[in-house]
């Protein structure tokens, strides 16, 4: 079982100024907000055609930025031999997110294609119907509360 922890970029990670007394940061530090704390993602894929290659998993909050999280500084992207990514599990802060998974068997670092149909397999949070090209953001979108979650990814093949 792969298992990646990621800090988050949550309030702990801003600066919150000078704090004169030990009283005033005891105040300080009961109103941070809930979401300081990370929550656990365990993700499973299911039907991967085999072992082979790789498989890269990119987790993003912005719409503008899915499926690929290409220009999202804040994304979580993680890549890891396919014949240990049956499970994985990420230390994230609470929130929304949408998950996108690609099996890319023969390691080249991308989802190879023919005519415009992947080659590779794919999947993504929610295992939302594919009709041509990636699902959007909200079909895939998913909550992490502050407890944790499980997400059943199920990989998809087009040829």
């Not at 990670?13 to 990370?38: C, E, F, I, N, Q």
Request: proline residues 7%; glycine residues 10%; charged residues 15%.
């Amino acid at each position: 079982m792969g298992s990646i922890s990621e800090p988050g970029t949550g309030s702990a990670g801003r600066t919150w100024g000078l704090v004169r007394s030990t009283a005033a940061a005891a105040a300080a530090l009961l109103l941070l907000p809930a979401a300081a704390s990370a929550a656990q993602l365990n993700v499973s894929l299911q039907g991967l055609r085999n072992l082979r290659g790789q498989v890269h998993l990119c987790l993003t909050r912005s719409a503008d930025h899915f499926p690929d999280c290409s220009g999202d500084p804040a994304a979580v992207k993680r890549s890891l031999p396919a014949n240990q990514a049956a499970h994985i599990a990420f230390e994230l802060q609470p929130g929304a997110y949408a998950l996108s998974v690609i099996h890319d068997e023969n390691g080249n670092g991308r989802l190879d294609t023919s005519l415009g149909i992947p080659r590779e397999g794919f999947g993504f949070s929610n295992n939302p119907h594919i009709w041509f090209g990636p699902p959007s953001f909200a079909a895939a979108r998913f909550l992490l509360p502050a407890g944790g979650a499980a997400l059943n990814v199920t990989m998809k093949y087009m040829l």
